[in-house]
């Protein structure tokens, strides 16, 4: 059996890029969860992690003896582990693409990152709104994000095909900012964004992150603490 650690569902994306491949793709794992907390040296969290990884990240998936860290690392082990399911496109060119794209996902878009982290269970529209009048990094990645989903092969269909594949799991997280701050959808990719927010597994995440409760101060720029209000 796989072990999957990953984070707070309301607040870690890359925790859920990793977790909705293995969802999706009906692969069985066992789910460990470690609360975010301030993530110092000696906190919780990086001591929990940390004796499972020694980056003292998440996610990390651990298969027997053997310990990966990173979400890209961790799909393409399970993309290995588990060829038949076709993790990846069968179709070599979009597989290249769907690489690509996952790729310039994992290591770039740091307008939005860092403008607009993940929180699941806040409606953060107001803020959204006035970030895109005064954030020209957040406006280029939202543009440079839209046109990617905007090329894909089938209007109906997922980023590199009639399937699901890793590269849709790396901009789920995506689509939750986008909902979650209010920002605008171009009109040929509302039907794509739906059709993700639509997915059992990702629908199974977003209700758990809602029942957490769990206000994690770091990853809060725009609320206060229930108990500052």
């Known amino acids: 059996m796989l072990d999957l650690y990953i984070g707070n569902k309301n607040y870690s994306s890359w925790s859920l890029r990793v977790w909705l491949v293995a969802k999706v793709f009906e692969i069985p794992f066992q789910e460990h969860w470690i609360a975010f907390d301030d993530f110092k040296a000696c906190s919780p969290f990086k001591q ?6 020694a980056a003292a990240k998440v996610p990390v998936l651990t298969d027997g003896e053997v310990s990966i860290g990173d979400s890209f690392a961790i ?18 060119v979009a597989r290249a693409r769907a690489r690509s794209i996952s790729a310039e996902m994992h290591s770039g878009f740091m307008g939005i990152r860092s403008a607009c982290p993940m929180n699941i269970e806040a409606d953060l529209s107001v803020v959204g709104r006035d970030l895109c009048q005064l954030d020209p990094r957040l406006n280029a990645d939202l543009a440079r994000i839209q046109a990617i989903w905007a090329e894909r092969p089938m209007q109906d269909g997922f980023l590199c095909g009639a399937h699901f594949s890793i590269a849709d799991a790396f901009y789920a997280p995506v689509i939750l900012r986008l909902v979650g701050y209010g920002l605008a959808i171009d009109a040929v990719n509302r039907a794509y964004v739906q059709r993700i927010l639509g997915l059992p597994a990702l629908q199974q995440w977003i209700a758990e992150a809602k029942q957490e409760h769990c206000f994690v101060v770091i990853d809060e720029p725009y609320r206060k603490a229930p108990s500052e209000e």
């Open 75 to 92: 799909c393409e082990y399970l993309a290995e582990l588990y060829p038949e399911k076709q993790l990846w496109p069968e179709n070599r």
């Open 48 to 53: 929990k992690i940390s004796e499972v990884h």
